[in-house]
């Protein structure tokens, strides 16, 4: 029975090894040949050149895993407190723009926060530009937003943010009631009750959360593109431009992407460890 | 022993209309084992979760040591619960479970009684060992609860309540998800920690043999109202109603009418008994006990009936015998074949007279004996039935 069962993910695995074990492969021996086909370390040696791409990638990654995470777990735990209906309301609420094209999501945004864009135009109606210039002795006509760092991060934040929240909710609303309880009759006041038992029990879902928007955000190009104007290179853009770009080095791209895979597979597992050392420190 | 500790006046408790408790009335000694007794839905949890703070009633008081307690939330009461399905904390080890009420507790310092600190590590350490001792469980420390028996998960969770050294000790059904040796075990175990530590125990069942063998008082309850409060004895001997009669042990409940005092007529004959206090010719229910009843030769039988069924029990044989229609369970060391006629007598001392209630009539025949008594008999059975019901 159970034999005949599992010959059902046979088509998965067939898929799996096409289009998830070929492809690392291909990037790690990619990575390590020369443009002749030979074997090189080249590839590696040009790294360094790209450290400020590196940086600024998994710094801007982080910052918007960080505000995923503030924004992400309190309303988690809200909505796990309301009814079943709110809960489906408010679940379809936060999937509902993942029905829209992503691209037509980020695009949206350049026309949200544009020079002479919506925001722009409503902080003019309510003089808020005007008031600026006259506190701080500027001279603008507009808050530059595009093009920014910080535009990056929001187009980060805007359309990863479902996948910290559904993680952690779906963790809180399994929580055992009777835990709670239990905490609050041996004397545990409403913020010990958090962070005694919910905190440490709705960790794993914190962890899956961060994961889920840590690694799209490290690897994304299409946000930094739009939203960043190409000014604040990613990572994934300076791989894109190895493959589809001008500098087209496919070599070189499957190098920057083997480093960076590495690099991210080392943050989770350090994570993970340390996911786990969080709870045992609370428990000590 | 006599010292009252905790009063519920006048309690109503009502969800979306429903009426759930229905003016409960009742105190609570101190040291005393207390237990509610009785079928899902008749409102005993709901009373053990008022009284750890958990609900509130919707009118009456609750009281404890004569302070009005309504509205102080659980973690200021000096109570504390087992829970029903234990509620052991999944991320912490035995040792830190039974912890957690200490390290959440704070106290004035001594040498600055304005300021509150911790308990120290030391005295948390020493009080969490004593209470591992004596749920027998030293050495388990620091294994998660997950890695426990139901058995051993539930003495961790009444170490946990206990450590706090609290007034009183909550238990809702706390062995009910135990198969039966090891309830038996638990509840020897139960009385002896509550004697040793000697603070009340308020404990929810709706396994009567449970209620009889720990408690000091227990309270039966049925749709949102005490029946009867009393010893186990009491309860047993001197059920108030056909509802008691029939929920604790084996009753078989019979249309009666008072001739005078000690003196009952049943089946058109008088019989002798003990209790009084009845208008004369008032109609009455009685309760004979199948143990009490004795089987005589015909001509000297107060009642002659039919044998219909017999059911070997080991000690004792359990027979269905039919008087006028109307099946009675009687217990007998006695062989007697089915169809036999048999004559019966009652001492006056096994016959308990009681005032018609609305429970008359709706219990005490044994025409369905044996589907019924399959069911009585197979304990896991009725739980399974009690669990599923309680989770609709």
Same mark, same amino acid.
């Given at each position: 029975?159970?034999?005949?069962?599992?010959?059902? !993910?046979?088509?998965?695995?067939?898929?799996?090894?096409?289009?998830?074990?070929?492809?690392?492969?291909?990037?790690?021996?990619?990575?390590?040949?020369?443009?002749?086909?030979?074997?090189?370390?080249?590839?590696? +040696?040009?790294?360094?050149?790209?450290? &400020?791409?590196?940086?600024?990638?998994? @710094?801007?990654?982080?910052?918007?895993?960080?505000?995923?995470?503030?924004?992400?777990?309190?309303? +988690?735990?809200?909505?796990? =407190?309301?009814?079943? @209906?709110?809960?489906?309301?408010?679940?379809?609420?936060?999937?509902?723009?993942?029905?829209?094209? #992503?691209?037509?999501?980020?695009?949206?945004?350049?026309?949200?926060?544009?020079?002479?864009?919506?925001?722009?135009?409503?902080?003019?109606?309510?003089?808020?530009?005007?008031?600026?210039?006259?506190?701080?002795?500027?001279?603008?006509?507009?808050?530059?937003?595009?093009?920014?760092?910080? !535009?990056?991060?929001?187009?980060?934040?805007?359309?990863?943010?479902?996948?910290?929240?559904?993680?952690?909710?779906?963790?809180?609303?399994?929580? %055992?009631?009777?835990?709670?309880?239990?905490?609050?009759?041996?004397?545990?006041?409403?913020? +010990?009750?958090?962070?005694?038992?919910?905190?440490?029990?709705?960790?794993?879902?914190?962890?899956?959360?961060?994961?889920?928007?840590?690694?799209?955000?490290?690897?994304?190009?299409?946000?930094?593109?739009?939203?960043?104007?190409?000014?604040?290179?990613?990572?994934?853009?300076?791989?894109?431009?190895?493959?589809?770009?001008?500098?087209?080095?496919?070599?070189?791209?499957?190098?920057?992407?083997?480093?960076?895979? &590495?690099?991210?597979?080392?943050?989770?597992?350090?994570?993970?460890?340390?996911?786990?050392?969080?709870?045992?420190?609370?428990?000590? | 022993?006599?010292?009252?500790?905790?009063?519920?006046?006048?309690?109503?408790?009502?969800?979306?209309?429903?009426?759930?408790?229905?003016?409960?009335?009742?105190?609570?000694?101190? @040291?005393?084992?207390?237990? /509610?007794?009785?079928?899902?839905?008749?409102?005993?949890?709901?009373?053990?979760?008022?009284?750890?703070?958990?609900?509130?009633?919707?009118?009456?008081?609750?009281?404890?040591?004569?302070?009005?307690?309504?509205?102080?939330?659980?973690?200021?009461?000096?109570?504390?619960?087992?829970?029903?399905?234990?509620?052991?904390?999944?991320?912490?080890?035995? #040792?830190?479970?039974?912890?957690?009420?200490?390290?959440?507790?704070?106290?004035?310092?001594? +040498?600055?009684?304005?300021?509150?600190?911790?308990?120290?590590?030391?005295?948390?350490?020493?009080?969490?060992?004593?209470?591992?001792?004596?749920?027998?469980?030293?050495?388990?420390?620091?294994?998660?609860?997950?890695?426990?028996?139901?058995?051993?998960?539930?003495?961790?969770?009444?170490?946990?309540?206990?450590?706090?050294?609290?007034?009183? /000790?909550?238990?809702?059904?706390?062995?009910?998800?135990?198969?039966? =040796?090891?309830?038996?075990?638990?509840?020897?175990?139960?009385?002896?920690?509550?004697?040793?530590?000697?603070?009340?125990?308020?404990?929810?069942?709706?396994?009567?043999?449970?209620?009889?063998?720990?408690?000091?008082?227990?309270?039966?309850?049925?749709?949102?109202?005490?029946?009867?409060?009393?010893?186990?004895?009491?309860?047993?001997?001197?059920?108030?109603?056909?509802?008691?009669?029939?929920?604790?042990?084996?009753?078989?409940?019979? %249309?009666?009418?008072?001739?005078?005092?000690?003196?009952?007529?049943?089946?058109?004959?008088?019989?002798?008994? /003990?209790?009084?206090?009845?208008?004369?010719?008032?109609?009455?229910?009685?309760?004979?006990?199948?143990?009490?009843?004795?089987?005589?030769? &015909?001509?000297?039988?107060?009642?002659?009936?039919?044998?219909?069924?017999?059911? #070997?029990?080991?000690?004792?044989?359990?027979?269905?015998?039919?008087?006028?229609?109307?099946?009675? /369970?009687?217990?007998?060391?006695?062989?007697?074949?089915?169809?036999?006629?048999?004559?019966?007598?009652?001492?006056?001392?096994?016959?308990?007279?009681?005032? @018609?209630?609305?429970?008359?009539?709706?219990?005490?025949?044994?025409?369905?004996?044996?589907?019924?008594?399959?069911?009585?008999?197979?304990?896991?059975?009725?739980?399974?039935?009690?669990?599923?019901?309680?989770?609709?």
């Amino acid at each position: 029975m159970k034999n005949r069962l599992s010959r059902l !993910a046979v088509p998965y695995v067939i898929w799996m090894a096409l289009f998830v074990v070929a492809p690392i492969v291909m990037i790690v021996v990619y990575a390590f040949t020369s443009a002749e086909g030979g074997f090189t370390l080249a590839n590696f +040696s040009r790294m360094g050149l790209y450290g &400020v791409v590196f940086f600024r990638s998994f @710094k801007l990654a982080l910052i918007a895993t960080a505000i995923c995470l503030v924004i992400g777990y309190p309303v +988690s735990y809200m909505m796990s =407190k309301e009814g079943p @209906k709110f809960q489906r309301v408010a679940m379809v609420l936060i999937m509902l723009p993942m029905w829209i094209n #992503f691209l037509l999501r980020t695009y949206s945004w350049m026309s949200i926060l544009e020079n002479n864009g919506l925001l722009n135009q409503f902080f003019q109606k309510i003089g808020l530009i005007g008031l600026c210039n006259a506190l701080f002795g500027t001279n603008l006509d507009y808050f530059p937003m595009m093009n920014t760092q910080g !535009a990056v991060v929001l187009g980060m934040v805007y359309n990863y943010l479902p996948f910290m929240i559904l993680p952690i909710y779906s963790v809180i609303v399994k929580l %055992d009631g009777s835990l709670i309880e239990a905490a609050r009759d041996l004397g545990a006041n409403g913020l +010990s009750v958090f962070r005694r038992v919910i905190l440490p029990l709705s960790l794993p879902g914190v962890l899956s959360g961060i994961t889920m928007v840590f690694v799209p955000s490290v690897s994304t190009f299409a946000i930094s593109k739009m939203l960043g104007g190409g000014t604040e290179l990613l990572l994934g853009d300076l791989i894109e431009q190895q493959f589809l770009g001008g500098a087209y080095n496919p070599q070189l791209g499957a190098a920057i992407s083997l480093v960076m895979m &590495v690099i991210v597979v080392v943050c989770m597992v350090v994570m993970n460890r340390f996911g786990e050392g969080e709870e045992q420190a609370v428990m000590l | 022993m006599s010292k009252e500790l905790i009063r519920l006046r006048n309690i109503c408790m009502a969800f979306d209309d429903e009426l759930v408790l229905n003016n409960i009335n009742l105190y609570i000694n101190d @040291k005393e084992f207390l237990t /509610l007794l009785g079928p899902s839905g008749c409102g005993k949890t709901t009373t053990l979760r008022m009284i750890g703070g958990f609900t509130t009633p919707t009118s009456g008081d609750v009281l404890f040591d004569g302070v009005r307690i309504n509205d102080v939330p659980p973690h200021q009461r000096q109570i504390n619960t087992v829970f029903q399905k234990y509620a052991l904390f999944p991320h912490l080890n035995v #040792f830190e479970n039974i912890a957690f009420g200490l390290r959440m507790q704070r106290r004035p310092d001594p +040498s600055d009684p304005r300021k509150k600190t911790k308990i120290p590590e030391e005295e948390i350490r020493e009080r969490v060992m004593e209470m591992l001792e004596i749920i027998s469980l030293k050495g388990f420390e620091n294994r998660r609860p997950d890695a426990l028996s139901g058995g051993q998960q539930q003495r961790v969770a009444i170490a946990r309540a206990l450590v706090n050294r609290p007034k009183v /000790l909550l238990l809702d059904e706390p062995l009910g998800a135990l198969d039966l =040796k090891l309830r038996k075990d638990m509840q020897i175990e139960l009385k002896r920690i509550q004697q040793q530590v000697g603070i009340t125990f308020i404990y929810v069942t709706h396994d009567q043999e449970e209620a009889l063998t720990m408690s000091d008082t227990i309270v039966v309850m049925d749709k949102g109202s005490i029946q009867q409060i009393g010893t186990p004895e009491d309860i047993y001997n001197e059920p108030k109603n056909a509802f008691v009669a029939d929920f604790i042990g084996e009753s078989n409940i019979i %249309d009666g009418l008072m001739v005078q005092d000690k003196l009952v007529q049943m089946y058109g004959r008088q019989f002798p008994c /003990l209790d009084g206090g009845f208008a004369p010719g008032e109609p009455v229910d009685v309760v004979i006990r199948p143990e009490d009843i004795d089987i005589v030769p &015909v001509e000297q039988g107060q009642l002659t009936g039919t044998v219909t069924s017999v059911t #070997f029990k080991g000690m004792q044989y359990d027979i269905i015998v039919d008087f006028k229609g109307f099946k009675w /369970l009687i217990q007998t060391t006695d062989h007697s074949p089915e169809g036999a006629r048999i004559g019966i007598k009652i001492d006056p001392d096994g016959i308990h007279v009681m005032k @018609k209630s609305q429970y008359s009539g709706m219990f005490g025949d044994y025409s369905s004996f044996s589907d019924e008594y399959d069911e009585l008999d197979d304990a896991s059975l009725a739980l399974d039935e009690e669990e599923s019901g309680d989770e609709e």
